[in-house]
């Protein structure tokens, strides 16, 4: 399953019409929130029917949530059971201002869900040419920024180059783990939106490096969300930001990422007990978090990873002879305390 979601406008609806015309040989069922401001049926569906689940001429469902999003689901794989439908893939369209968080839930909260569906990725379309504006005005939408594990950009020809790279600057701060793609016109290729096991415990951890080394004191927690509004980081030499030209505010967002790194092995009994009480106190405001650590006690890599307040974890592969142990450590969320997480991870190492 694939969470859609991203700003009204930004094209979900192109994205979608392709998914559901193209034929792309995926056999997919798409779930629309249908309290769209725009819903796709206008074009694609007929939509006087009673049904709320059409077949697709090129083998894709249709489906609209009546109910909740659990009981559409439970029903797409009941009568897939059934060999009533046939699909692979579901693709579920929040609207605009959805908080992918309670979705994203849905799959591992239930265990009935979890058993028929597996949670692939949650997708953020940002529209160029109105992102600025709507991060600044709707908390949904950086809350959407923050949930991504992919992010589309779409209308990048519609400003200029100089905002652009503003605004994917912005976006990095926010979700430094999603990388950014831009697309023309809902142009997208399926590869992109597939199969990108976001949720999955692995141990890839991908942070954008330019995040990490932007020039921060290197002590061990150098990734650092960067504090000084004025700093338009011209260090890096590609950006020729004109002071006061109005980047500056792109550093105030609610929605924030921070890094932990050590090379010293962390205590799992101190860990599980300061992860617990964290996610007890910060869990509705935590988005999504992810661990690679180093553990006292195991050879292998230890692998957590949350959303809101549920947390899950596993042993990943051993430490390769030659590898430098390290934990790393990405949490992104709304106006996170930063030092109380940094000082209670620090008593957590041995």
């Not at 379309?125 to 709707?138: E, G, I």
């Not at 924030?256 to 599980?272: G, I, M, T, W, Y």
Request: charged content about 30%; hydrophobic content about 35%.
């Amino acid at each position: 399953a694939t969470v859609l979601t991203g700003f009204l406008g930004a094209g979900k609806t192109t994205l979608l019409k392709r998914v559901l015309s193209e034929d792309h040989g995926h056999k997919i069922a798409i779930i629309e929130n249908e309290f769209g401001e725009e819903n796709i049926d206008n074009d694609i569906l007929v939509s006087d029917t009673k049904e709320h689940i059409v077949q697709m001429s090129n083998g894709c469902v249709c489906c609209t949530i009546r109910e909740d999003l659990r009981t559409t689901l439970q029903e797409l794989a009941e009568k897939k059971r059934k060999g009533e439908l046939d699909f692979d893939r579901v693709v579920i369209e929040t609207t605009g201002l959805a908080d992918p968080g309670p979705v994203a839930q849905t799959f591992f909260m239930d265990d009935e869900i979890a058993e028929s569906f597996l949670l692939d990725s949650v997708l953020t379309l940002v529209d160029a040419k109105h992102a600025a504006q709507t991060l600044n005005d709707r908390q949904e939408a950086r809350r959407q920024i923050g949930f991504a594990d992919q992010i589309f950009i779409s209308k990048s020809e519609l400003v200029a180059k100089d905002e652009l790279d503003a605004l994917q600057h912005r976006l990095k701060h926010m979700n430094p783990r999603a990388p950014q793609h831009i697309v023309h016109f809902g142009e997208i290729g399926i590869d992109k939106v597939f199969d990108l096991r976001g949720f999955n415990l692995n141990t890839t951890l991908e942070i954008d490096p330019d995040f990490l080394n932007e020039g921060h004191d290197h002590h061990q927690h150098d990734a650092e969300h960067c504090d000084h509004p004025s700093h338009a980081h011209d260090h890096h030499g590609d950006h020729d930001h004109v002071p006061g030209h109005g980047h500056h505010h792109h550093h105030d967002d609610d929605v924030k990422s921070f890094v932990f790194k050590s090379e010293r092995a962390l205590d799992p009994a101190k860990l599980e007990d300061f992860l617990g009480a964290i996610v007890n106190i910060y869990g509705p405001r935590m988005l999504r978090y992810k661990g690679v650590l180093f553990m006292k006690g195991t050879e292998r890599k230890v692998i957590f990873q949350g959303v809101h307040q549920l947390m899950g974890s596993d042993l990943g592969p051993a430490w390769a002879a030659d590898e430098v142990r390290n934990s790393k450590m990405v949490f992104i969320g709304l106006d996170l305390p930063k030092d109380i997480f940094f000082q209670g991870l620090d008593k957590c190492l041995v």
